[in-house]
């Protein structure tokens, strides 16, 4: 069952015609897509969406290119949004230190704001992160040293001894659009090697769209495109990925069902 993971349906690019979108990604063998929060402003519209469309599930987070407005967030907020029977994620969090959008040290604390939240709800969480490997692993690290909590990379670009630390640690890996792309032949290496049951696929809609599509509005029919390349990459066939990457995504994802 192909699912696309990570999407912004209420992004523009997407939300003006959401319906058409989501009609022709289910026309491309979609059957479930993770509608991703970045600010705290479009937690209703996002969890609007859920309630709308049986096949579409939100999460609630900050985007740490968001962190600085949203440094006093608590935990009590998300954990009441977290509540919700559509919200099945927390997140996206993280850090992004290649655009640096908002101060470093408030990225990390509302990162740990997020986990503690995750460790709490059993709600998976979505991690963002960008030139900050270092960050990332000793957050993570000391976190799951308090107690354990589900968690995945989305739209992985990172190293392959970043991806060998994360899955130590337990996390999933979700590849985007990206490992089409003709220079990126390092990820396509290690999506060649990550274990089965620790993979998934995504688009980040409306942005990367694969190959064949580059230049366009990335929409969540185009998950069909990397999961048929990441097939290839893998020996396998894109229908038996797309139901070994759907069964990873409602077992990591477990408050979510159709």
Known sequence: MLIDSHCHLN???????????LERARESGVRGFLNISTRQREWADIVATADREKDVWASVGIHPHEADEHADLGE????????????IGIGETGLDYFYDHSDRQVQQDLFRVHIRVARETGLPLIVHTRDA???????????????????????????????????ELGLSISLSGIVT????????????????DRLLVETDA???????HRGKTCEPAFVAD???FVS???????????????????????????
Do not use: W
Request: net charge negative; hydrophobic share 45%.
């Open 11 to 21: 992004y523009k690019g997407l939300v003006e015609s959401q319906d058409q979108v």
């Open 133 to 167: 490997e270092d960050d990332t692993t000793r957050i993570i690290e000391e976190e799951m040293g308090k107690g354990a909590f589900p968690a995945l990379i989305h739209c992985f670009t990172a190293s392959a001894p970043f991806a060998a630390k994360m899955l």
């Open 206 to 212: 409306p942005f990367l769209a694969p190959v064949p």
């Open 181 to 196: 792309f003709k220079n990126a032949k390092d990820l396509q290496a290690i999506a060649a090697e990550l274990p089965e």
């Open 76 to 87: 009590a907020v998300l954990l009441e949004a977290a509540a919700h029977p559509r919200v």
């Open 232 to 258: 290839d990459l893998r020996g396998t066939s894109k229908e038996a990925l797309a139901d070994i990457t759907g069964a990873n995504f409602f077992r990591l994802f477990n408050k979510a069902s159709l």
């Open 226 to 228: 990397t999961c048929g």
